[in-house]
């Protein structure tokens, strides 16, 4: 029999030839998760053969790309009569951590991502001859050298002080041989780098995610579109401010919004040095970066007061923003590189939605209707096909981020990410992200324990414990009832884990806040769930996320599971699309002049929506056919 | 009779109606030159009326405006039956400072200035009200502001970051009023500043003169085009290198081209701070600037290596720059304030010689063939007309500075402008500027030595003393001889001014190199100075110099003396009309493309033409026939 071997747990097992690799992988006691029934849609078994005679078939959610480095589907890959060995990416592995994976990039279509003849970073590298000097021949320097490039590149490119000093020097260097690096945009071009020679040197770009709690940097090597490395920290903005009001609130005072602007710079530059570190690059290498992030944090970055986003009617100063130079921005890489920050739609829909709708249907030309849905602390919702887009957002609070929430915490290691309960002994089986002791609960384990309560009776459709059962599990104090997660022996801290039913009441209020929006939009487009095609869910926790644990208490409807498609941190995977491919930027430019935003604030019938809502799964059960 | 006063001297005369101003001049001991014999024609004569019955006539030298505000021909106007108080413009007073006087605009052929209804100033003001923000107009701050700019400028205005900064709260602090500063050009535009509010404010623009020996700048109050104040300074550079060589090779060091870049911009900004402090402006008013100077200078200012002008072939890094904004440079005006530098058209002729170019014919349609000439260190030439437009340099050294000469010294307040030398006792009259003490010679008195002692007899035409002639004046050391201008109790310093022989062989090499560098290009024009419809000389000392000298030395040829025009600091006057009218910046563009670039140095036939020019006032006698 052939024996096939899990990385990097290094565990093994014996199967006879036919057996799938998913089910290999249940017998050696790896955990594959496979949410669309092993139907070969949802990616979520996405795994690398690395010894073995297979080859993957490029689909949906596996790239071309992918195939030629050996990635394949567990669920539809058979053992042959050879053995195998298989390496399980994080993110397939539910052992993801908060960064996003690599990996995340085999999940987007692969009709959207270009093939590497079709990459266009914004910075092009020029290999010129540029002629002597000729006595008399009116032509400076400059004029020289201009004409060489307009032979490759047929547009005016403006050529700053800084390379005037240098050019006299380099082009005399190697025999007027030298390289040019040039951004070439619709409406401006201009020069950024010149290097004598012609060696073929290498070139970066950075994608980024600034999201108000964390910010993601992804170092690209282009034009080949690799990705090298991604690293995230929390926003150094935390301390002033766990959200977005709390940031505009604190930024009212100029000098705090410079140290805003600071923190948050603080925080890329780390990142950024990081990268250059354990990479050994230099930072002049990197030629351009992406940002993608919500409209206020935008603000902070560029130092615009973000004081009319809080204030009806809610106005922010830019939406789009021409390209910037990182110099300009404070950003630590090449200082004349392009920067592209993803447009916004309005003051609660921001480039973070703009660059994550590159990743769905939404910027096809289908006719279908599809839903985009990213849920943060803000929840943002986007609904259309090729005729509409309309786009609103709501606030959700922080509890699905772990915020406001006792024994709360972000998804990290040590973090709770799923909970079942004994019906009978109350007992719970927790799970934590790398096994480790547990500290807290995080955004899905919070989804997960509602869940579990919900489903096995402890608690109520209106979240409530029943106190006529007693239980050593549940702690009563005065009118409020608490469930014990872990005790003080079993946690990390020493403290007990505690979860109140105020807080509980939080959670069925954020669900109730997302599910509302959706079902008011739609109710609005007088469509219904059902005529979605496909249910895009974007957000730092998508990896972790139980599909199931979402639909019990009501987070998402009750449809069709084929159609729910995790896309992770789509402002990250929308920024690399940007970042290869200045196409999509112009995509992203046309997406966001088509989208209709709509303020739920001020609809009436939103509390109706909101109301019916702050029940498990919801007040019209007709809406839950499966929990019914 | 009525009565003339004659301000500032308050010199007063009584004469008979009827009588011409220049007689009662002269009547009154007012000197006040007409070197085109009371034509009309030179505008040197050019008075003030403040008080008395008269009106001057619009002329080639005389502009609508200067007529006016009084200006008339003190040759072409008759003293009526009224009392009369004229004022002498220092320059047509010949008492000059060495800053070009205001006046000097007065002799720009008129139809070359705009009126006041064609001031085009680089930056424009409009006062805009911008709408309030709608909810869910899906509107941004910017987007509303440019809107209602669009409505008054049909370009896309680009918003820099500065601007955007404060864009949210100038747009709510006087209900959408706002005063917006906008650059428009053909290829760029951009908001230089925005205020809150339509109140009219004061806007300023600066003209520079950037020359190798000194800088003048001068503020223009705009869109009106008057000229506020002019001042000048030595060129700080001076004490890296006197001439344009002497800088290349001090700028080879990267740190010391810093320097000479920081040299230049401290000059520059003393001058400005000058005009702040006495005028009482504020700096962040003055919203444009236009700086012409020669190639070297031009690179210098910039940062960028002179180098390679000094070494064959002679290419320059840039001929052409697009504007600049003045914190780019180092300007320390508006930070955003757009500067103009006047394109060069080769190594050797620069910035200074396309904007004088725009006072003169050859910027217009004639067809008659016209002559350019600005002496200084280097003479630059430039012969052209509708059809073709020729242009070259030469180094003429720098004693036409008053440089290279023991007692040399620059034009200003003791310099010896005039010398007539006895013919038979040898004793010297000097006229010196301001009438004070001689201190030392200027150009223009070095010129007219030369004249006086050549045509006095006391050297011949190779510039040698006759040794027979024993003379107290005339002092024989070695094989040297020297002519004693003023003893050490006769000077400012206590030291006697003494003039060598080797001192005026420098003075007729440099006249040579001048006058043969215009005899030749004409000669490969293949027509003589006769076919010269107009003969303009710019320069420092062309306020000063008579006519009659340069011809007796042979530095100018023996033309009719109406057809030369002395057009003095023409590189500050041309950034003068360059600053007002941004009409001139194409005009500019489209003649310095036109001319072509002449390297003499590379002609065989230039050392023939210069051996030739090598006395006085040259060896062919029959070019100068009223001297011989």
Redesign the interface.
Known sequence: MPTVRFLPSNQSVDVPVGTELIDAALKAGVEISAPCGTKGTCGKCVVKVTEGDVKGEESLSLSKEAVKEGYVHACKTIVRNRNFTIEIPQQTSKRSQFAPSEHDLMRIKAELLPGEWEMHPMVKSVALVVDK???????????RFLQSLRNNIEKDI?VS?DY??Q???TL?QDNGRLTAFVFCHEEENYLVDIKPGHEKSDQYGLAIDLGTTSVSVQLVSLPSGKILKTVTDYNQQISCGVDIIGRINYAQRPDRLEELKNRVLKTFNGLIQKLIDELQLEREKIYSAVISGNTTMTHLL????P??IRL???????????I?KAG??GLNIHPHAPVHISPA??SYVGGDITAGLLCTDLASDSEEINLFLDIGTNGELVVGNNEFIMTCACSAGPAFEGGGIMCGMRASGGAIESVKIDAETGVPVLKTIHGAKPQGICGSGIISLLASLFSSGWIDSAGKFDRSRLNPRIRVEGRQAFYLLANGDESETGNPLLISEAEIENVIRAKAAIYSACSLMLNQLDIGFESIASFYIAGGFGHFLNLEDCITIGLLPDIDRNKFKFIGNSSLLGSYMLLISKEYQQKQKALSNRM????LS?DPAYMDHYTAALFLPHTDLSRFPSHT
Request: proline share 9%.
């Open positions: 000097p000729q006595p008399e021949d009116g032509q400076s320097d400059l004029d403006k002080l005037l000093k050019l006299a020097i005399r560029l130092g615009l007061t004081e009319y009806e009617p809610y106005t922010p100063t830019i939406l789009n923003l021409e910037q300009e921005i739609v309005g209709t935003y709509l303020d001020t």
